[in-house]
């Protein structure tokens, strides 16, 4: 059984992963990044359930346009740029993350994601028929 103070350190050190919930590709890849995802790691919340008062620096319009981290400390990423913390703390991903941090993935990793999220649900519609 877990003690009030290891249960307080453990979440002090989980990331909150804010994503569209509504979307199948966004919940896809929230299970995806589940399975992967080193124990204890991350929490994940869907935007439309957001508590504001927890998380007063976040706004659902940001949330809805991209996934959002908010880091044990703190800060946040949103979009790409949360792509190689999140890799980083997968089970055999840490060299992916480490690929997208060199140039030209730099440049056209945001590209890409920039894409894939403003069409994601026309994409979510393509993935499910």
């Not at 030209?104 to 894409?115: I, Q």
């Amino acid at each position: 059984m877990k003690s009030k103070n290891m249960k307080t350190t453990e979440q002090k050190n989980t990331t909150t992963v804010i994503y569209d919930g509504a979307c199948d590709l966004c919940q896809g890849g929230v299970r995806w990044l589940k399975r992967r995802a080193l124990h204890g790691r991350f929490n994940f919340i869907a935007c439309q359930s957001l508590d504001h008062h927890r998380f007063p620096q976040i706004n659902k319009k940001e949330c809805m346009q991209a996934i959002v981290v908010i880091l044990p400390d703190g800060r946040t990423f949103s979009g790409a740029h949360t792509l190689p913390y999140l890799l980083v703390h997968l089970k055999g991903w840490r060299y992916i993350a480490a690929l997208l941090r060199i140039w030209p993935l730099t440049v056209f990793t945001p590209l890409v994601y920039t894409w894939i999220a403003k069409n994601r649900y026309r994409l979510s519609c393509l993935i499910k028929n």
